[in-house]
T-cell receptor, first 113, second 116 residues
Framework: SQQGEEDPQALSIQEGENATMNCSYKTSINNLQWYRQNSGRGLVHLILIRSNEREKHSGRLRVTLDTSKKSSSLLITASRAADTASYFC?????????????FGKGTMLLVSP | GAVVSQHPSRVICKSGTSVKIECRSLDFQATTMFWYRQFPKQSLMLMAT?????????EQGVEKDKFLINHASLTLSTLTVTSAHPEDSSFYICSAGDARSYNEQFFGPGTRLTVL
């Protein structure tokens, strides 16, 4: 079964607004990570939240994790045009060592000036 | 953060040829590297996990004879697409795990492969 389904698939907002993206998954996880990808580029790691954490902040980013609902959200506050990118959640469900990440389909965010 | 490079960034080849993509961890040693494939407007799909000094572990549906992986050193893994065909055209991304940062994978910039 596929992990990490994001919604919405696409989100279009104006600069200054907040952007919220959601991710749902199906099995137990060790941690959940959010990545950003600019068009045709590699991935940039944004934030990692462990299964025993409920909320984490990093600059304008706020991530929540609800393991009972198997869902996570990424909030970008005061968005900027430079935030335009695709955002992916990835779940790590392994038990030890380096576990494989399973990526969701992503949310394409467009921030207009 | 840790830096991972890929070479080449873009390659165009004729059908039937083989293409080698390199993935290097520049400032750390990576005992484990991962290879992903991404089709346009789609997510990353894990192809294989590459362990230094041992055989790669391929995901279901990925042909190991088609996608040869060699992880010869702690800083270099290579993916060779053998006898490439147009359907192999894709964006190939590698990542490397840094033992200093448990379970965080650092991603390379990707390689765009176009098979004519």
């Amino acid at each position: 079964s596929q992990q990490g389904e994001e919604d919405p698939q696409a989100l279009s907002i104006q600069e200054g607004e907040n952007a919220t993206m959601n991710c749902s998954y199906k099995t137990s996880i060790n941690n959940l990570q959010w990545y950003r990808q600019n068009s045709g580029r590699g991935l940039v790691h944004l934030i990692l939240i462990r299964s025993n954490e409920r909320e984490k902040h990093s600059g304008r980013l706020r991530v929540t994790l609800d393991t009972s609902k198997k869902s996570s959200s990424l909030l970008i506050t005061a968005s900027r045009a430079a935030d335009t990118a695709s955002y992916f959640c990835a779940t790590d469900a392994g038990n030890s060592g380096y576990s494989t990440l399973t990526f969701g389909k992503g949310t394409m965010l467009l921030v207009s000036p | 953060g840790a830096v991972v490079s890929q070479h080449p960034s873009r390659v165009i080849c004729k059908s039937g040829t083989s293409v080698k993509i390199e993935c290097r961890s520049l400032d750390f040693q990576a005992t484990t590297m991962f290879w992903y494939r991404q089709f346009p407007k789609q997510s990353l799909m894990l192809m294989a996990t590459s362990n230094e000094g041992s055989k790669a572990t391929y995901e279901q549906g990925v042909e190991k004879d088609k996608f040869l992986i060699n992880h010869a050193s702690l800083t270099l893994s290579t993916l060779t697409v053998t006898s490439a065909h147009p359907e192999d055209s894709s964006f190939y991304i590698c990542s490397a795990g840094d033992a200093r940062s448990y379970n965080e994978q650092f991603f390379g910039p990707g390689t765009r492969l176009t098979v004519l």
